[in-house]
Nanobody, 116 residues
Framework: QVHLVESGGGLVQAGDSLRLSCAASGRTFSRYTMGWVSQAPGKEREFVAAINGSGGGTNYADSVKGRFTISRDNANITVYLQMNSLQPEDTALYYC?????????WGQGTQVTVSS
């Protein structure tokens, strides 16, 4: 069982940066692929970024490549999403997720709002 708690969201202006954190519980954290998924109002959830258990492999949605960076600290069982050059279209609720073959565990989300 993995429990996830996101933090770091907020209201920023276009061009600003935010760093989201996802604190996890559980002794098997390093086994899981961790991901960030966003959901804008009235839209489906969308993949943002993912990182494998060792942290050596990452994947990003085309819309965030070059602006967002996912990382993890297995010693502190935390995963991060550094978000730079934020744009109004990045406004969404950002969820942290964990899983092996699929995302089995989800946090409650942290809101990111970017004003123009």
């Amino acid at each position: 069982q993995v429990h996830l708690v996101e933090s770091g969201g907020g209201l920023v202006q276009a061009g600003d940066s935010l760093r989201l954190s996802c604190a996890a519980s559980g002794r098997t954290f390093s086994r899981y692929t961790m991901g960030w998924v966003s959901q804008a109002p009235g839209k489906e959830r969308e993949f943002v970024a993912a990182i494998n258990g060792s942290g050596g492999g990452t994947n990003y949605a085309d819309s965030v490549k070059g602006r967002f960076t996912i990382s993890r600290d297995n010693a502190n069982i935390t995963v991060y999403l550094q978000m730079n050059s934020l744009q109004p279209e990045d406004t969404a609720l950002y969820y942290c997720a964990a899983g092996l073959a699929a995302y089995d565990y989800w946090g409650q989300g942290t809101q990111v709002t970017v004003s123009s």
